[in-house]
């Protein structure tokens, strides 16, 4: 069964830092590509980055040049590295493993994956 288990979340003012991370367990993840999404209330999820098997990333326009996604398989863990923060960067950040879309060449972004973490929320003012 695969778990995942989101920490790093809190708040934060405008043109801070937070590094998110999310532990994964119950199975060799490093096969799958995962990803990072937001939320806020009344929206669907926006899925942020991603980074595939190979370690090829992608990154959502909003977010591009300020957060970066990346992964350690030694400890199975998925990092996102936020900086110059916004205001509307606020919501409940998710992991997820098994993305329905890995590559954004840009346009729309399906958004969907078959794991979810519980989530962690992170806070800009």
């Known amino acids: 069964h695969v778990q995942l288990v989101e920490s790093g979340g809190g708040s934060v003012r405008v043109g801070g830092s937070l590094r998110l991370s999310c532990v994964v367990s119950g199975y060799r993840y490093s096969t799958y590509c995962m990803g990072w999404f937001r939320q806020v209330p009344g929206n669907e999820r926006e899925p942020l980055a991603s980074?595939?098997?190979?370690?090829?990333?992608s990154v959502a326009d909003s977010v591009k040049g300020r957060f970066t996604i990346t992964r350690d398989h030694a400890k199975d863990t998925l990092t996102l590295s936020m900086n110059s923060l916004k205001p509307e960067d606020t919501g409940m950040y998710f992991c997820?493993?098994?993305?329905?879309?890995?590559?954004?060449?840009?346009?729309?972004?399906?958004?969907?994956?078959?794991?979810w973490g519980q989530g962690t929320q992170v806070t800009v003012s």
């Open positions: 980074i595939d098997s190979d370690g090829r990333t």
């Open positions: 997820a493993e098994g993305l329905w879309q890995c590559s954004y060449p840009g346009g729309t972004w399906l958004s969907g994956a078959n794991y």
